[in-house]
C-alpha cells in the first residue's frame, strides 16, 4: 500500500499543529473568522472549530476532545460572544487546559475593549450581553429545582473567571475599520511563533498507528508481525495492551487508554470472529467512529479469518446488552459504529 495515501486525512499539517479557533458565528463567520481562517490553513496550520462537530444544545464530549487535542486556542472576543453558552463553555475548557499547561491560548479582541471582556466595565455591551444570558439561563434552571439553580450559579462563577483568565494574557486588538488583511497577517505570525515555542517533547509523531486487536494468540502472531513490518517501515506504532485494558475499572482510567487513539492518524482495527466478546473493544469502536466521524481519524479494518459478510452477528450483541431500554439504546448505538467503520475499505486474511 502507499505510504503517502495511507496517511492521507483531513491536514497535511502534524497534529501538534492544531489550532482551535473560538468565535461567536453571528460576529465573524462569513468575514473576519472566514479570512483567519484561510490564512492559517495556507501556512500549514490544522484549525478546528466547533463547526467540525455536530451542534447541539450542550457542549458535548467531541467538542471538548477537540479543545484537548489543540495545542493553541485562539478565542475571538467580539461584542455579542457572551451571548452564546455553547461559546462559554469553551472558554471554560479552554482555560482548564491553560492550567493544565497542555494549551496556550491567544485572545482576539475584535472591535472591542479588553477592559470590556476583563468586565471592568459594567456598562459595556459585553457585561450586558453576559447579564442577560446568566438571567435566562437562571430563570430555566430555577424552574427545575434548587439543585440546577445552584449549578447553573457555579456555572457561571467558571465563565466568568474563564473571561477573565484568558483575557489577561497577552493578545492583539482589531480597532473598527481597521486593515483586516493585515491583522489577520498579525495572527498567523503569533500562532506560528506560538507553536514554535510547543515543546519537542509534546509533539505527538504525526504517523502514528493503532493497531486494534483482541486475544492472546493475535498478539503473539499476526499483530506482532504487522507491527514488526511497520516499525521496519519507519512508521510510528502504538498497540493495544489487553493485560492493561482488562484492569480498568472506571470511566477515567478508559478515557486515558483513549488516548492512544486520539493521538494516532490511523487505525488497523483487526477484527476476528470473537471481537464482541470484549465489551472494551466495542467502547474502543466507539471512539474511533467518533473522531473518523470529525474526519480526524482513518480506520482500515482487517478481517482477520473471516469473512465480512459475518461481521455484525446481531443476535449476539442483544443477547451482550439486553432486552432493557439503555440494552436496545446501547445496541444500536454500537452497531452504527460497527456498520460505519466496517464500511472503509479493508482486507480480508483466510
Not at 465573524?28 to 490553513?41: G, Q, W
Not at 473493544?281 to 482477520?304: D, G, H, Q, S
Not at 449476539?316 to 436496545?328: C, H, P, R, W
Request: net charge negative; charged share 30%; aromatic share 10%.
Amino acid at each position: 500500500m502507499n505510504k503517502e495515501k495511507l496517511f492521507a486525512v483531513k491536514s497535511t499539517a502534524p497534529p501538534q499543529h492544531q489550532v482551535f479557533v473560538s468565535f461567536r458565528g453571528s460576529d465573524v463567520r462569513h468575514n473576519f473568522f472566514s479570512f483567519l481562517k484561510d490564512a492559517l490553513i495556507k501556512n500549514g496550520i490544522n484549525v478546528v472549530t466547533d463547526e467540525d462537530v455536530p451542534r447541539g444544545k450542550p457542549i458535548d464530549e467531541n467538542l471538548l476532545k477537540l479543545i484537548r487535542n489543540s495545542r493553541i486556542a485562539v478565542v475571538i472576543f467580539s461584542e455579542n460572544y457572551p451571548e452564546s453558552t455553547w461559546c462559554l463553555d469553551e472558554l471554560v475548557e479552554i482555560e482548564k487546559q491553560m492550567d493544565l499547561k497542555k494549551l496556550d491560548s491567544c485572545p482576539i479582541f475584535f472591535e472591542i475593549e479588553t477592559c470590556h471582556v476583563k468586565l471592568h466595565e459594567a456598562k459595556s455591551s459585553f457585561d450586558y450581553n453576559l447579564l442577560r444570558l446568566e438571567h435566562r439561563e437562571r430563570k430555566k434552571a430555577r424552574q427545575i429545582n434548587k439543585k440546577a439553580w445552584e449549578d447553573a450559579e457555579e456555572r457561571f462563577d467558571g465563565w466568568r473567571r474563564a473571561l477573565v483568565s484568558v483575557a489577561s494574557r497577552l493578545g492583539l486588538t482589531y480597532k473598527k475599520n481597521s486593515n483586516q488583511a493585515t491583522f489577520v497577517n498579525e495572527i498567523v505570525d503569533k500562532v506560528k511563533a506560538m507553536l514554535d515555542n510547543v515543546s519537542s517533547s509534546d509533539i505527538v509523531p504525526q504517523h502514528q498507528v493503532y493497531i486494534c486487536y483482541r486475544g492472546q494468540e493475535m498478539r503473539s502472531k499476526f499483530s506482532s508481525f504487522l507491527r514488526a513490518a511497520l516499525q521496519k517501515s519507519g512508521i510510528n506504532v502504538l498497540a493495544d495492551d489487553e493485560e492493561d485494558i482488562t484492569r480498568i475499572e472506571s470511566r477515567d482510567e478508559l478515557d486515558n487508554f483513549f488516548v492512544k487513539i486520539q493521538e494516532s492518524r490511523i487505525v488497523l482495527m483487526i477484527i476476528t470472529k470473537n471481537h464482541t466478546s470484549s465489551a472494551w473493544f466495542l467502547e474502543e469502536m466507539l471512539e474511533m467512529n467518533k473522531r473518523a466521524e470529525m474526519k480526524m481519524l482513518r480506520v482500515i479494518p482487517i478481517f482477520y479469518e473471516m469473512n465480512p459478510n459475518d461481521m455484525i452477528p446481531h443476535d449476539k450483541l442483544m443477547e451482550l446488552f439486553g432486552s432493557t431500554e439503555d440494552g436496545i439504546k446501547g445496541y444500536e448505538e454500537y452497531k452504527d459504529a460497527l456498520d460505519a467503520l466496517t464500511s472503509f475499505i479493508s482486507t480480508q486474511h483466510k
